[in-house]
C-alpha cells in the first residue's frame, strides 16, 4: 500500500488548511503524525473504518478534525485555528489493523510527508 499526502503548505495563525491522504490499496485505519524541527515524531489524530473512531491529541483537540472516505481509502484532516506550533511535517499514516493508529509502530504504512507552516 502506498500513501499519498497532499495539501500542506503555508497558512496563517487563525487560519486553516487541509491535507488529504490517499492509500492505494486498502486499509482498516489510518492517522496523521507530524514533526516539528528539532522534535520527536507525535500523534496527531486517528480514525478507523469500522465505526468510524476518532482520536486526537490534546493539542490539537477541537481545532483539528480528521475524516475519510473508506471506500476511496482517503482520509482527511481539517487544521483550524492553526497556531506557529503546528509547523511540522505531517505524516500520514495507515494499517491493515482495525486498532486506531496512535502509536508509531502501529502503523504498517506510511506517507512521505507534508510540509505544513504556520506564520504568526
Known amino acids: 500500500v502506498q500513501l499519498q499526502a497532499c495539501g500542506g503548505g503555508l497558512g496563517q495563525a487563525g487560519g486553516s488548511l487541509r491535507l488529504s491522504c490517499a492509500a492505494s490499496g486498502r486499509t482498516f485505519s489510518m492517522g496523521w503524525f507530524r514533526q516539528a524541527p528539532g522534535k520527536e515524531r507525535e500523534f496527531v489524530a486517528a480514525?478507523?473504518?469500522?465505526?468510524?473512531?476518532?482520536r486526537y491529541a490534546d493539542s490539537v483537540r477541537g481545532r483539528f478534525t480528521i475524516s475519510g472516505d473508506n471506500v476511496k481509502n482517503t482520509e482527511y484532516l481539517q487544521m483550524n485555528s492553526l497556531k506557529p506550533e503546528d509547523t511540522a511535517v505531517y505524516y500520514c499514516t495507515a494499517s491493515v489493523h482495525t486498532s486506531l493508529v496512535i502509536t508509531s509502530r502501529a502503523a504498517d504504512y506510511w506517507g512521505q510527508g507534508t510540509l505544513v507552516t504556520v506564520s504568526s
Open positions: 480514525i478507523t473504518w469500522s465505526g468510524g473512531s476518532t
